[in-house]
């Protein structure tokens, strides 16, 4: 029999409320080696890497590490067995320096003081020998999303990890950043180490990994050499069907301008210019999109527009109206739909209902309410309809949606903001962590309103997803749009990451043209 550095046999978690996120898994990883991990949102992926570093226990089942049984009682436990995680949100201190990072918790003393020259100097050494070399004295942030990344890699490292869990390492990276990680992760392969690779994006998993495990509905149902599977059939296996994600999209037919951005600019607390005289319009009947990585304004742009931060330089006007001083309650009756990037924080009351998340952005209507009285009666029917719609996995429209998986979670928030009919919707990384059947599901809801006449504006990292469904693209490097297509045929990922990167930039009468 092959021998597996680690081995977890017969895997169940079954939480107090009776909801089984594991049953029977196994899993196992050779030494030197990327396997990939992938399953549909609920498949029970997060759960059995939350038991293999020590986050959560099994209610059942059995670990084995290099031939014997071990058991973890905390993520401190599973490091001191050589076992890392970098999550998709980095746990980086902003404000420290990428060797203030590394050595966080482990410091070298010069008498009773943290020895800075020697944390410079051994994160210099790690970051030598792993070929992920970083500026161990820059202030974290201030460094691009796929230096971070490098650094919690070699936070992990650094603590002797030998299994490293990799989070959907490349949500934020721009296609060559993903190329420079790949290369980077061969060479720890090439060293030893071993890699679990989480991932949606199924050609970034037939690119790295050398094998596949697939969850589906809480089991394990194969492990397969990544040589010997299609992608269209690891897509079949996750969702347990054949399935065609094609979206028919038609010619735009682009109408009034719905949404005007003029001159935006933001200065944030530390007096650093995130926003410099973003203008750009987005009319009916189109999807604008915007591209970039992480980092680069998109988050304040947004955060503007929704009114979660105050506009004092430049203006926002929907249908004509500035929004400047009006509050998110008065924007939404503008027929306004918003998709956040952080379901759990901005888009979900965890500890409601499904039906009474699916109401909360106009409960108080006279559709759902009435002489003072929510009609639950409606309510419920109109939770039931989306929850078949837009095939939300749950035991029912009463559900807490704090207890759905995180595609299903996201599902909730899409048909919340896209059932009413909004003249505008600003979708903010609106497939970020799920599986490949609810991405298709929010495409063609997201296409759908296009083709109605919503003004959609399409914030996305995600690259293949911004070709697929925009119309027109921007890119903001720096906190400016630096490129502008009004014509994405023959645009593609790699050109585009150019942009993204500050690597090219168009002419200021090019980038004039994005104000529509």
Do not use: W
């Amino acid at each position: 029999m092959e021998e597996y550095i680690l081995e977890m046999r017969h895997i169940s978690k079954v939480y107090g409320n009776g909801i089984a996120a594991n049953r029977d898994v196994d899993f196992n990883l050779k030494k030197g080696e990327i396997h990939a991990l992938v399953g549909e949102n609920g498949a029970g992926k997060s759960t059995l890497m939350k038991i293999l570093f020590g986050m959560e226990p099994p209610s059942s089942g059995e670990i084995l590490l290099r031939g014997e049984p071990v058991r973890f009682s905390s993520s401190k436990d599973a490091i001191a067995h050589g076992i890392g995680m970098v999550h998709q949100h980095f746990m980086l201190v902003e404000s420290f320096t990428a060797a203030q990072n590394i050595v966080l918790g482990m410091e070298p003393k010069k008498g009773m003081f943290v020895n800075e020259a020697e944390a410079v100097r051994y994160t210099q050494e790690i970051s030598k020998k792993y070929n992920l070399e970083v500026d161990a004295e820059a202030v974290t942030r201030t460094l691009p999303v796929g230096v971070k990344q490098k650094i919690e890699i070699l936070k992990a490292l650094a603590r002797g990890a030998e299994i490293l869990i990799l989070d959907e390492p490349t949500a934020v990276l721009a296609p060559q950043e993903t190329d420079q990680l790949f290369e980077e992760l061969i060479h720890l392969k090439e060293q030893g180490h071993t890699i679990v690779f989480i991932s949606h994006k199924i050609p970034e998993i037939k690119k790295i990994s050398d094998r596949i495990t697939v969850m589906r509905s809480s089991r394990s149902v194969g492990c397969y050499r990544t040589e010997d599977v299609t992608e269209q059939q690891i897509s079949s296996l996750i969702m347990g069907c054949e399935m065609d994600t094609t979206i028919e999209k038609t010619a735009p037919k682009p109408g009034e301008l719905q949404i005007e951005v003029e001159n935006l600019s933001y200065t944030d607390r530390n007096k650093v210019q995130v926003l410099k005289n973003v203008s750009f319009g987005v009319r009916s009947g189109m999807i604008f999109g915007i591209a970039g990585v992480q980092g680069n304004g998109q988050v304040e742009l947004i955060d503007l527009m929704t009114r979660k931060r105050a506009v004092r330089e430049g203006d926002i006007r929907l249908n004509g109206t500035s929004i400047k001083k009006l509050s998110i309650q008065e924007i939404r009756k503008m027929q306004f739909g918003y998709v956040p990037e952080d379901r759990i924080e901005q888009g979900i009351a965890g500890q409601e209902s499904i039906a009474e998340n699916m109401v909360s952005n106009r409960y108080a209507t006279s559709e759902f309410c009435r002489g003072g009285l929510l009609d639950y009666k409606k309510i419920e029917e109109f939770a039931d309809e989306n929850i078949q719609e837009y095939e939300i996995r749950c035991s029912g429209n009463k559900q807490k949606v704090g207890m759905l998986s995180g595609g299903n979670m996201q599902k909730v928030v899409v048909a919340r903001e896209c059932s009413h009919d909004p003249q505008v919707l600003i979708a903010e990384q609106p497939t970020r962590g799920v599986d490949v059947g609810a991405a298709h599901i929010i495409h063609k809801k997201i296409m759908e309103l296009r083709n109605e006449g919503c003004a959609v504006l399409l914030v996305s990292a995600d690259l293949s997803e911004a070709l697929k469904l925009s119309d027109v693209i921007a890119v903001m490097y720096e906190g400016e749009i630096v490129a502008y297509f009004d014509n994405t045929e023959g645009l593609n990922e790699e050109k585009l990451g150019l942009y993204m990167l500050g690597l090219e930039r168009h002419s200021e009468e090019q980038i004039r043209r994005a104000r529509g």
